[in-house]
């Protein structure tokens, strides 16, 4: 076996020691990295080092046992020796026929440095991990839900004890209740609170797509497959929370496969073999009747007990009408701020507010006062500037004289926080002119700050 001038010149330029025997054992070749190694431990130049056997030069050397096996022998650890670290062994076969072996040494030093390397690099994912988490990830907590109706603090009473646990979460809720604010809420109140969150709708992807989305590939997986693979959401968002809106439109291949993740806590990218550790919570969420999916097998069962281990049902804005006036006014602050001028909202259009029925929830909620706001260049949104559909709806209930009176109190509340606007000096001569104390003026208007 005899290798031409650009094979040694390539073993010549490597950090690597390479050395490689004939089926003798004999020493056909030594790169310039391994002969140094030779001449360090010998004190000095030990010479030409081609037609030797290995043995005779390095008695305890293994690279003859590949010979008597066949077979690769690799990261085979040589502690005894202190100028390496591992060693990789491999058959040499031409046509079928063992015609040698080969090894490559790591020394130390170069395996320390690649460490550093890799530690350097992980700590930097780790890092633009977390700045894209402060950036566009968890951003909202428990003190974002308002609740106040009896359904809401319930609820958010359940999603704040689950959130110190590390179980698997359901989220149910009709579009545009708040189910991605729960699920941050969540995160932020566990202990993946300093790991990332990362969301994703399942509805916006075919099951390919969302395959390789949630699990990565490996570079060649499939044609259009970038250079060197992706890492799938399962993996970057380790050490943290991964959300999974829409869930039931997930394809029921893909199903099953985010089952066995779930299961053994383990993943295979798409192309690949080898399988990924993952240590990720995962919180789900629908807008359907899943249990109803089920039965009509567009969802697997075993995947919709695994997920339900803890079911949030977050109730629709109808079935939780004492929470709108807050909703409105915790919007109705965020807009005076957007839009410089206080805005407030009479107490006739807050009555069509909480008759109406709400098929957009909080969603909708928030587009209509953003609408209204634009229309109200005095900042004060009566029901002229509600759109049709709240205009034209049925008759508020009737309400009794406590109601009214509540009522009566908050429109002058709001028309002297108007005048003075929404600061706490503001309030201060709102309350002063009222006769009443500040702390009675904040009880009047549930606590809030307007």
Not at 18 to 45: H, P, Q
Not at 230 to 243: I, P
Not at 277 to 297: F, H, M, T
Not at 343 to 361: I, K, R, S
Request: glycine share 8%.
């Amino acid at each position: 076996m005899e290798l031409n001038e650009d094979a040694r010149a390539i073993f010549d330029a490597m950090r690597e020691g390479i050395t490689i025997i004939d089926t003798e054992g004999r020493i056909v070749f030594g790169n310039l990295a391994y002969r140094a190694f030779l001449n360090k431990e010998a004190g000095g130049d030990i010479g030409p080092i081609e037609g030797y056997r290995l043995r005779d030069l390095r008695p305890g050397a293994r690279l003859p046992e590949v010979l008597e096996t066949g077979q690769p022998h690799l990261h085979i650890t040589r502690q005894e020796i202190q100028d390496f670290y591992f060693v990789n062994m491999y058959p040499i076969y031409r046509d079928g026929e063992l015609r040698g072996g080969l090894s490559v040494v790591t020394f130390l030093d170069d395996a320390y440095r690649t460490r550093e390397e890799l530690d350097a690099m992980e700590a930097k994912s780790k890092q633009v991990l977390n700045r894209i988490n402060k950036a566009n990830g968890a951003r909202y907590t428990f003190d974002d839900i308002t609740a106040h109706s009896s359904a809401t603090l319930q609820v958010k009473e359940l999603a704040e004890k689950i959130a110190a646990t590390d179980a698997t979460v359901l989220l149910e809720a009709e579009s545009g209740a708040g189910k991605e604010l729960y699920a941050q809420a969540i995160h932020n109140a566990s202990p993946r609170r300093d790991g990332v969150f990362v969301a994703i709708n399942c509805s916006n992807f075919n099951g390919e797509l969302l395959d390789s989305e949630l699990f990565g590939y490996v570079e060649g997986a499939f044609t259009g497959a970038k250079r060197k693979g992706k890492m799938g959401l399962f993996e970057a968002a380790y050490g943290g929370t991964l959300f999974l809106d829409e869930i039931s439109e997930m394809d029921l291949g893909l199903q099953a496969k985010l089952l066995r993740a779930l299961q053994e806590r383990r993943i295979r990218p798409v192309g690949g073999v080898k399988e990924i550790d993952i240590d990720v919570r995962v919180i789900a969420a629908c807008n359907v009747d899943l249990e109803r999916y089920v039965r009509e097998g567009k969802f697997r069962k075993d995947l919709y007990y695994r997920l339900n281990t803890v079911p949030i049902h977050i109730p629709p804005l109808r079935e939780r009408t004492e929470d709108i006036p807050f909703l409105a006014q915790d919007i109705l602050e965020e807009l005076s701020h957007k839009l410089r001028r206080p805005l407030v909202l009479t107490d006739e259009a807050m009555e069509l507010f909480q008759a109406y029925d709400w098929p957009g929830n909080v969603r909708e909620l928030r587009n209509i006062l953003e609408f209204s706001a634009y229309l109200a260049p005095g900042g004060v949104i009566s029901v002229d500037m509600l759109p049709g559909r709240q205009r034209h709806q049925k008759e508020a209930p009737h309400l009794t004289l406590a109601q009214k009176t509540k009522q009566f109190e908050r429109r002058e509340i709001e028309k002297l926080l108007h005048k003075y606007g929404s600061t706490l000096e503001g309030k201060k001569k709102a309350a002063a002119e009222l006769g009443i104390s500040l702390a009675s003026l904040y009880n009047k208007i549930g606590g809030k700050k307007m």
